[in-house]
């Protein structure tokens, strides 16, 4: 027994570290020492002094009080529980807050789980819960949730405004006048354009709003690079105003409240960023509405050079859609930086000389000597139609924002068998699956051969965030990425002929241009303030180059089936997305669990 407790004297929360090996017994004691007589976190010494990852220390409190790190995202506090009930003074004196109400009981977070349970301050504040799910997290991160939650750090004022709104407002769903007075309420109006600033500064590409019926509480979260990340929660009794304040902004009929409706807001008419909004609102269960918004940058096209094709890529991209005429198709999914490419490619060969027609829904990206035309379904204007009317208006360049139906395709053929060149987009995953699925559309396989340039597939992987960490990999996984590297090059002669030799003078291409000190090296996401933590920060463009030459075009003739035009590009030069993906790896751009995220067939 006394052994024991001595044994537990000795132990500090920090002890795993060294464990771990980022620091020495000796360099904690010295930490642990100097803090207690500068009367300081030892965090500060752990991270200043021996550059220990805040993340790592939060492990090791974890592991020391065996209750889950909690880490700092920006996302996860927005706990309403705290609002009119504990002080900022309170949180500071006693080191901790309540997070989110979850299955495992109200989530609280704090630096020092014992101290805090022996305290029981928690279960009299929150007399009527049962259930507490502990969390622990560092002092450092604990000061960025008070920021967030009180103001004065970068986090701003969402506190306040929560504040603000937990003013209940007289709420009649079926008094459109009251509401729209409700709406019109000075809080709502500042939550709103919050909200849109918000999600801008987050580089957010999409806000949901997302209601439950009765006094359940309306989760808003923000898409940023691909992924849903939860950004506040707000009051049942406030979900009307929210939502009438929206339609009010787009013009839609808010007395409308059981079928989807779609407007747009020109967002700088009501607050300090210009931008548009696409809003589109669905009738959920339990008689609310949802509201998704796209936010839209008028934006200018970047140059080819940035949009990170790979030296391999770029040349043989700027060679085939450098011809007189003919047809290019870039494809992905939604969201897959498409139209992006395209406006590249388009600015690349602007000039006085060309006139160029383009067809969008939305026209996002501007340039100037681009002749642009946005989609009007309503009104009848479609692709197929836009399409007809350029042939008409003498164009050398047409791009059509997407080719969906056989009579866009089929005109855009004829288009450059006739001396234009054409660019449209194909929701296809590969460039090879393109081609067939064009044949299968009923376009007569020896036209297209002859009109068709190239089709580029495309992908965003998610960038490893500048925080990341090298590391030299072991002998095994340099072994597994040269097989799964080369799992598109087995057909290949040279892979058929010698696959020993042939792993090995790739791997030693790969030494050559990327190797430091004999060595190959791998990054692996770490964390920091600017990534959330996430370890990425941004995408990047992951891309598969079908160059249709002589042999491609005589399979498009003869209808071959997708693995024989796979085959025969990869012999002429195409590189698959995985294998540009994980020559990205070997640049330290991105890593292979991101590379086969995106690539999964
Ligand atoms: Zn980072």
Partial sequence: MSRRSAARAKASPYDALVEDGLVSADELQDCLRRAAAQRRSPEQ??????????ARIGAALARHFDVPYEPFQRGRVRSEALQGLLRREFVVEHGWMPLEESPDGLVVVCTDPEQVRAARVVPQVFARTSRFAWRVTTATEFGQMLAQLYGGGEGG?????????????DEDPDNDALLESAA??????????KLVVDAWQQRASDIHIEPLPGKGKTGIRFRVDGTLMPWLEVPAHFRQALVTRLKIMCDLDISERRRPQDGKIRFRRFGPLDIELRVATVPTAGGVEDVVIRLLAAGEPLPLERLNLSPHNLPRLLATVSKPHGLFYVCGPTGSGKTTTLHSILRQINTPETKIWTAEDPVEITHKGLRQVQINRKAGIDFAMLMRAFLRADPDVIMVGESRDEETVSMSVEASLTGHLVFSTLHTNSAPESI??????????????????????????????ECKEAYAPEADEVRAFVTEYSDALRQTPAWRADRAGASKALYEGWLREHGRQGRLFFHRPRGCERCRDTGYRGRI???????????VRRLIQERARVSEIFETGVRHGMRTLKMDGMEKILLGLTDLSQVRAVCMR
């Fill in 541 to 551: 463009g992951l891309h598969e180059l079908l160059v249709a030459d002589d042999a």
């Fill in 157 to 169: 004022a969402i506190g306040d405004l929560l504040t603000d709104l937990s003013v209940p407002l």
């Fill in 184 to 193: 019109a309420d000075n809080e709502v109006v500042k939550f709103v354009n």
């Fill in 45 to 54: 010494l752990l991270i200043a002094e021996h550059q220990v990852p805040v």
């Fill in 436 to 465: 067939v699925r064009l044949l299968d559309m009923g376009m007569d396989p020896f036209n297209f051969a002859d009109a068709l340039l190239g089709v580029l597939a495309q992908r965003l992987a998610k960038r490893l965030c």
